[in-house]
């Protein structure tokens, strides 16, 4: 009971900072996410460095993140030029690879390979969550709230009738009914947002599915790495839930899909 109490508390904090940051202001937004982009990649590469990263190398790492995330930003927010945002990124891209020829690992390729995969992993869904920003707020917003409708539609369902295993070997507890409950909640969800924004209730019930589709593979990718590593979270950041990559590793695969769907309805 204590736990449920704690797990509760924490996510409730999570949710209120997360809608707090979208609704008060862009810079709010770009540095409450910020933050979350840095944990999250810290967590991301000491998962996948088996023997650890040098601290060089960490910190050239989540730099390049969070310049890929502000530079996104400030394209798609501040009329910054792309050429002008660019040029961070791309130095530290090279700086990272020359680091290479200096630091004397033990595998230079698995170590670049390491860090890529935190930045790919991380830092360019939280680039692509900083563009559905720019085209309205409220739309970034919505987005989580799919995400979080999903969830609890998903758990509520599978504690209650879930008997069929969806991915047993990476995620034992999740069913296909835990699955489709969401999926249905999400869809639900989605298609009254055009109560709100009143566009069609069909493209929003599809970015419903969407939603609920992508959100359950972040969830098995993210369970997939921690089990190929032999951990249950990943970090410990949060009270009840684990790190911080546990708490976003369905937006990293929905920020991404939403995106695509908004440049298939050319709204980009």
Sequence with gaps: MKNLIIRTLS?????????????????????????????????????????????????????????????????????????????????????????????????????????????????????????IYSVLPVLALIMLALIWINDTGAFLVGCSIGKHRLFERISPKKSWEGFFGGFIFCIAAGAAVNLYIQDGWLQWAVLGAIVSIAATLGDLIESLIKRTVGVKDSGNIMPGHGGILDRIDSLLLVAPATLAYLMFLNLL
């Design 11 to 131: 996510g409730a904090v999570y949710v209120a900072l997360i809608i707090a940051s979208i609704l008060v202001s862009k810079y709010t937004f770009v540095a409450f996410f910020a933050v979350l982009l840095l944990l999250a990649m810290s967590e991301s590469n000491r998962l996948i460095a088996s023997k650890g990263q040098k601290p060089i190398v960490a910190m050239l790492d989540m730099l390049t993140g969070l310049s890929i995330f502000f530079a996104t930003f400030a394209v798609s927010n501040l009329d910054v030029s792309i050429k002008v945002a660019s040029l961070c990124p791309m130095i530290l891209v090279i700086a990272r690879m020359v680091s290479g020829l200096y630091l004397k690992e033990e595998s230079p390729i698995t170590s670049w390979a390491n860090s890529f995969f935190s930045i790919c992993y991380v830092a360019l869904p939280m680039a692509a969550l900083a563009v």
